[in-house]
């Protein structure tokens, strides 16, 4: 009986012992599995290995840009090109009209880049292709220009109330360099890419910076022969007009391309005069409210700073210089910002002071007693002992002293 008991009693401990470490097990197992689901819990090496493969997978889809695909053959062949290097060393100056002329010096190269590029491209090309190709040039760079214009007339259009003032134009002429630059580049890209795909030494040959720069021998001559057989031969936009269709849409009014009728760096003695009388000021012309606009182009010229009456105009409206898109002419309080873009600088004046020496910048009552009579401007320059007035009656200091409105001292 005795060992009886003391089977059952060995028994039940056993199963009592296993019980527990069946428990036990259980229990490790369930904190296991909770701490591996844990997502606080570190990756482990595979998974972040995983994890960096698919990130990397995602960004194949992201081209990358030519001033980070440092493993690109092509990027490392245009990374120091010329035109960069010496747009990155060339002073750009202080003033708004500097700095546009800056972004202007290298627009033009970069057409005449972007022009030699395609015609290099298309040597390599059959006579179809080639032609496609240079019609498809055109067409782009013709858009590009027509789109500016379009944006930067919504800019100058009084309707929408926008005051973008003289940075804008600056703005505008960066992206214009900016694009043109990038289309040049993917052009170049394409003849890379074309004469590697051929086995051969690819390279790219800027015309900038490298006189013997040419076509193709054994494509040159035929290039030649054929440019002028059809329209499609001759774009518009070609290289020896690249500079004057640039500055006719960027720099003076596209309506007046003959000079002698935009006034170049020729002072205006008279606005109704019938070469520049019917060119528009806001919503008026010239002859009719275009005085102040006159006397700006005459002070830049007199200043030895470049200048057409179109582009004074297009400065002093999108600086928003209009008083009543133009029908009561120009805000005299904008004169000097716009002179300023231009590196002149001028300060308000009183009227006593108009008997010193100096040039003057002025506007006036035409009839104190009678404000409905309007107003103008004029540039008036006094001497020691004489005086001249442009634009306007020779009437002494002393007498616009006495229809004063504001004006200016040109420094």
């Known amino acids: 009986m005795k060992n009886k008991l003391c089977f059952v009693s060995a ?67 245009i990374k120091n090109n010329p035109l960069d290097r010496d747009y990155e060393a060339d002073d750009p100056g202080t003033t708004i009209y500097e700095m546009r002329l800056h972004q202007k010096k290298y627009t033009d190269l970069w057409l005449e880049e ?19 190709f240079l019609l498809y040039e055109e067409k782009w760079e013709k858009a590009l220009l027509e789109e500016f214009k379009f944006i930067a007339s919504i800019y100058s259009n009084t309707g929408y109330d926008l005051h973008p003032g003289s940075q804008y134009l600056l703005d505008r002429d960066i992206d214009y360099l900016r694009m043109i630059r990038e289309r040049t580049l993917y052009v170049k890209n394409l003849q890379y890419n074309f004469e590697f795909a051929r086995g051969k030494d690819a390279t790219v040959t800027f015309l900038y910076g490298s006189p013997e720069a040419s076509l193709p021998e054994n494509k040159k001559e035929e290039t030649e022969n ?23 849409d960027f720099f003076y009014d596209p309506d ?18 019938p070469s520049i009388k ?34 004074t105009i297009r400065d002093i409206e ?3 210089g209009l008083i009543i898109d133009g029908y009561l002419g120009i805000n005299p309080f904008v004169v000097d910002d716009v002179l300023k873009d231009y590196g002149i600088n001028c300060t308000p004046v009183k009227a006593k002071e108009l008997s010193d020496p100096g040039l003057y910048l002025i506007a006036f009552w035409n009839n104190p007693k009678d404000l409905g009579a309007g107003a103008h401007y004029v540039v008036l320059r006094v001497y020691e002992d004489s005086f001249e007035v442009l634009n306007g009656d020779q009437n002494g200091p002393e007498w616009y002293a006495d229809k004063y409105i504001y004006g200016y001292r040109v420094n």
């Open 11 to 77: 028994l039940l401990s056993v199963l009592v012992l296993a019980a527990g470490l069946f428990l036990l097990c259980s229990c490790t197992n369930e904190e296991l599995q909770l701490k591996t689901e844990d997502p606080r819990a570190p990756l482990s090496e595979t998974e972040e290995a995983r994890n960096t493969l698919s990130e990397t997978e995602n960004d194949k889809t992201t081209l990358p840009s030519d001033e980070k695909d440092d493993e690109s053959e092509f990027y490392k062949l």
């Open 114 to 132: 972007l022009h030699f590029s395609s015609k290099s491209y298309a040597a390599l090309l059959n006579a179809s292709d080639r032609d496609r």
């Open 226 to 248: 054929k440019k002028d057989k059809d329209d499609l031969k001759k774009p518009e936009t070609s290289a020896p007009n690249a500079e004057a269709t640039f500055e006719e």
């Open 256 to 273: 007046s391309k003959d000079e002698s009728a935009d006034a170049k760096n020729t002072i205006v003695t008279n606005q109704k005069d």
């Open 278 to 311: 019917d060119m528009k000021v806001g919503s008026g012309n010239v002859g009719e409210n275009g005085c102040g606009a006159v006397a700006i182009h005459n002070v830049k010229v007199i200043k030895g700073v470049e200048s057409t009456l179109s582009e």
């Open 318 to 320: 999108s600086g928003s």
